[in-house]
């Protein structure tokens, strides 16, 4: 599935294959993606932490993944649609890569965002990763939804009708719907248009937070946009196939701007939330379509929402910021060389033509345009091409290039946001005392190990000897409320109770870790990630949890500093009360580089 080719920053990033769509790169933090055929190409920054490598010499590694082949269960296999329902798309094309977007982040696993891809087929299928290279996977095809939707509203007798209404022409992700001020992650909205020229808006999200798939995918609103009509539609210059793709395919791109939302506060005591926005649409000859506006109105229970002509409401419109989106849109390509890549394209340039002997007759090809999510960097995507003369290619012989400039003042490609162990570990201590203020005193063995390893921490850092006074009082507090603890083992607590000096010894107690080898004592030591017992039998321990990690396939690590923590899930179920799962719930990205997680 995937291969691997490192290239330094300077020479941009070659890829095997010519994009296959306008706007054909999308960035995230989970990388820079790409639409090549019938691959996917995810360039990322290559970590190397070996002191050789020089400023500004980035390394980039490309993971290719192929996406134009689909199970029976993805895209069951159908008869021929009749002549006025055929779509050359779904039924002859090779199945390419047309139209890619990363979703925001937080919807995937370990709050990775997913990626949108639709292929020439008219299937639109969500992608996602754990984090390791091999673990891209097709886990939703959004048309399956659409179809039972629509199976509700079309006369089943009309089977071109349903056809088409299946078929999926465009797509964007809204900005995530924070449900308070202030919230990390929000509820997250994916609009698509049919070939029956239905707008349907999805609220989509994940049924159970961790692994592959568990998609919930519910439509929450549609309209029909039939009624717009193009003003090139009909305009005599135009050939018979643009018109026919005109009148098959009237929107090419959609936009939906960010949110504007109301919180209010209705009795008795519920939230009620109304969010509005706007739709813009774009029709193959790149006109705008008349706005639409949605509204949607929710509250923590359920959603609903319409969209409507946006003439007839009010919506603001006029900060230029907003029209941002649409500006993604701008034309690509571009023949000439734009000035403010000049400097990237020189030497791949000069390249190429002395390679080619085109004696400076060859043109570069602007396929779009991706900012990075700090900002920092744009790429862009190109290919070369001789000019005045016939291009004869194969296959093997495509290529296209990511190039890349900084478009912040410093070398963007080195924003430092790492955290030291000290400010993670503290916040984390933090987090576990406020945690304990709603604990019911039921603690299982792993929330005492938890806090017996936090005191022990806060013990070892005398700057932080007031959190370290709140978490033992809070202890001896909740060992009074316990009459039966929750931890059974045994002996060795029992002897080190009578030796001990104060209430909240059993419970400090209880929480002791010990080496599975041994069974002695492991005490947590200045080294963090390194856990010792007392007989020398060494693992490793949770770099936010401070747990031992003492059997294989219980951690996940991030992806970008490659620290090791404990994977809650794979250690069994725990009640969302437990301060485990509460804190990772917390930490849900690397506390250290905000990294991702995998694994
Ligand atoms: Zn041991
Ligand atoms: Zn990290």
């Not at 209404?165 to 992700?173: D, K, L, N, P």
């Not at 020229?197 to 309209?223: D, H, M, Q």
């Not at 005109?246 to 949110?259: L, Q």
């Not at 000897?465 to 978490?471: A, Q």
Request: glycine fraction near 6%; charged fraction near 20%; aromatic fraction near 8%.
């Amino acid at each position: 599935m995937s291969k691997q080719h490192v290239l330094t920053h300077s020479q941009g990033v070659v890829l095997a294959a010519y994009p296959s769509c306008e706007n054909c790169l999308t960035w995230s933090v989970d990388g820079l993606a790409v639409a090549g055929g019938q691959n996917l190409y995810i360039v990322n920054r290559a970590i190397d932490r070996s002191p050789t490598v020089m400023q500004g010499d980035t390394r980039w590694s490309v993971i290719t993944v192929r996406v134009n082949q689909f199970l029976q269960s993805d895209w069951p296999e159908q008869q021929l649609a009749a002549l006025p329902h055929l779509s050359i798309g779904e039924e002859q094309s090779d199945s390419v890569v047309v139209g890619l977007s990363w979703s925001p982040p937080g919807l995937g696993i370990h709050r990775r965002p997913v990626l949108a891809v639709l292929t020439s087929n008219l299937i639109l299928s969500i992608w996602e990763t754990n984090g390791s290279q091999r673990g891209w996977q097709r886990t939703c095809v959004l048309n399956q939804h659409l179809s039972a939707y629509k199976s509700t509203k079309i006369d089943n007798n009309d089977t071109g009708r349903a056809r088409r209404s299946v078929r999926i022409r465009a797509f964007a992700w809204s900005e995530p719907l924070l449900m308070s001020p202030g919230t990390r992650w929000g509820k997250h909205h994916l609009a698509v248009i049919d070939d029956e020229k239905n707008l349907t808006f999805f609220g989509i999200s994940k049924r159970v937070n961790e692994g592959y798939g568990n998609w919930s995918v519910a439509p929450i609103c549609s309209t029909l946009v039939a009624s717009w009509k193009s003003k090139a539609g009909n305009s005599p210059g135009m050939t018979k196939l643009q018109r026919t793709i005109a009148e098959s395919s009237p929107v090419k791109h959609i936009a939906i701007e960010p949110w504007h939302i109301d919180y209010e506060i209705a009795p008795p005591g519920r939230t009620q939330y109304t969010a509005a926005s706007s739709i813009i649409c774009e029709n193959s000859q790149g006109e705008k379509l008349p706005e639409l506006a949605i509204k949607i109105s929710f509250n923590e229970a359920d959603m609903t929402g319409n969209i409507y002509p946006s003439s007839s409401v009010n919506v603001q419109n006029d900060q230029p910021d907003l029209r941002k989106t649409l500006q993604d849109f701008r034309i690509v390509h571009s023949t000439s060389i734009q000035p403010e890549w000049q400097h990237a394209l020189k030497q791949i340039c000069a390249d190429f033509d002395r390679q080619n002997h085109l004696n400076g007759l060859f043109r570069v090809r602007f396929w779009g345009f991706a900012t990075s999510p700090d900002t920092q960097v744009e790429a862009a995507c190109i290919s070369l091409h001789p000019w005045d003369t016939y291009e004869y290619t194969s296959a093997v012989h495509e290529k296209s290039r990511i190039i890349f400039r900084s478009l912040g003042t410093a070398d963007g490609l080195m924003v430092d946001l790492h955290k030291s162990e000290d400010q993670v570990l503290a916040s984390a201590l933090d987090f576990v005392v406020r945690s304990l203020d709603h604990c019911d005193g039921r603690l299982s063995t792993v929330d005492c190990k938890l806090l017996h390893a936090f005191l022990a921490w806060a013990s070892l850092h005398p700057e932080h000897v007031e959190t370290h006074r709140r978490l033992r009082d809070k202890m001896v507090e909740l060992q009074h409320g316990l009459a039966h603890p929750a931890s059974g083992s045994d002996d060795i607590e029992a002897s080190h109770a009578r030796t001990s000096d104060g209430p909240a010894a059993y419970l400090l107690l209880s929480g002791v870790d010990l080496c599975d080898v041994c069974g002695s004592h492991i005490p947590l030591n200045f080294e963090i990630p390194v856990a010792i017992c007392q007989s020398g039998h060494s693992f490793s321990r949770c770099c936010l949890s401070l747990l031992t990690i003492q059997e294989p396939g219980i951690s996940k690590y991030c992806a970008t500093c490659d620290r090791q923590f404990l994977d809650v899930p794979k250690l069994g179920s725990f009640d969302g009360q437990s301060l485990l799962v509460q804190l990772f719930d917390a930490f849900d990205t690397c506390p250290y580089c905000d990294g991702r997680y995998r694994g």
